[in-house]
């Protein structure tokens, strides 16, 4: 019998209705279009308002987006992982809530956290169920309220997140498509360069934390920016060198969107023509562990069985990896 792979076999995708535009956010701090524009590439953003709502409800409108296109019933479904860097609360995981809320009664559920990377480790770990034969049918959640933990006062941040779900399910497939490689890494290093320091077990949140700001996402851009550029780029060739792959056998780059100018300086790295970049990051912004299944979802019409993506994320941490796959359906 041929060895068993693991392949994404259906996708799909929620954003809440409320955007939020460049043009808002110079109402709201000292920024502008243009700069936002030029230096990041976002234009809008989408935010979840509704008082009481929070990751799962992206999580579970991603996960439902995905059932009703499948037609795959939630009862077959084995693991529901969310990939998130914002549960719903401490101590209850958000998977648990998901997984029954979708009807995926059978299934057992965690919780995956790697910041910006939570989605690409959540695609490894995912894999790894299937691979093994004993499971069947792994749904595989990202999503991030972004906008639970970001200070609308501080222009370093607020401009670039934003709120999302995607989901995928991985399959067994015996025709050799699905995930061939991965290389992941992460540097404890990076945890001074961008981090919420409060309200976490090192230091729980305080009325003084809270007034200055402390338990919301604090960033030295210039310094993720360096170590992002740098080291989605250096795994993305090490993967292609390691499975023989050139340029011109890559279809897509899948990359995760924090910055127009990091996704860029990874395709070029690789000499990968912009028409094989996914980008979707002037609607989004930055959704954390939603971003690589939200492009899945944006492209899913133009990708074919067979297609060579090569994924590639960098979060804080620092946490960072690419991934090769094969399509493995058209659609
Ligand atoms: C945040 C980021 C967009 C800032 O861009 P940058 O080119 O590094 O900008 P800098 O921080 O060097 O700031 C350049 C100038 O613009 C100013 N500036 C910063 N944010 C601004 C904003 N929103 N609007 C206008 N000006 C701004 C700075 O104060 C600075 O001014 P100065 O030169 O007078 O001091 C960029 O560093 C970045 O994308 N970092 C990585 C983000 C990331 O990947 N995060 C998540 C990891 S998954």
Known sequence: MSKI???????GGYVPEYVLTNKMLEDMVDT????????????ERRILKEEGKGTSYLAIKAAQNLIDKSGIDPLEIE?????????????????AYTATQIGAKNAFSFDL????????????????????????????????KNSSMINYEDRATCIIFGDGGGAVLFEPNQEGLGLQDEFLRSDGIGRDFLQAKYGGSSYPSTPEAIKNH???????????????????ADVAVKILE??????????????????????????NRIELEEEKVMMNIQKYGNTTSATL????CDYESKLKKGDNLIFAAFGGG??????????????
């Not at 693991?79 to 998977?95: F, N, Q």
């Not at 910006?116 to 991030?144: Q, R």
């Not at 690419?322 to 493995?328: D, E, G, H, M, R």
Request: hydrophobic share 45%; net charge positive.
């Open 5 to 11: 792979s693991a392949a994404i076999t259906a996708v």
């Open 32 to 43: 502008n279009d243009e700069w936002i524009t030029t230096r990041t590439g976002i234009k």
């Open 79 to 95: 693991l529901v992982i969310v990939a998130t860097a914002t549960p719903d609360m401490k101590a209850a995981p958000t998977s």
């Open 113 to 144: 956290e790697a910041a910006c990377s939570s989605f690409l480790y959540g695609m490894s770990v995912a894999s790894k169920y299937i691979e093994s034969g004993k499971y069947k049918k792994v749904l595989l959640i990202g999503a991030d």
């Open 214 to 232: 402390e338990h919301q996402v604090f960033q030295d851009g210039k310094t993720v920016f360096k170590n992002a550029v740098f080291n989605m």
């Open 242 to 267: 390691r499975n023989k792959l050139t340029v011109n056998d890559v279809s897509w780059l899948v990359a995760h969107q924090a910055n127009k100018r990091i996704i860029d300086a990874t395709a």
């Open 293 to 296: 299944p939200l492009l899945l």
């Open 318 to 331: 620092f946490t960072w990896g690419s991934i090769y796959l094969k399509w493995a359906y058209n659609s």
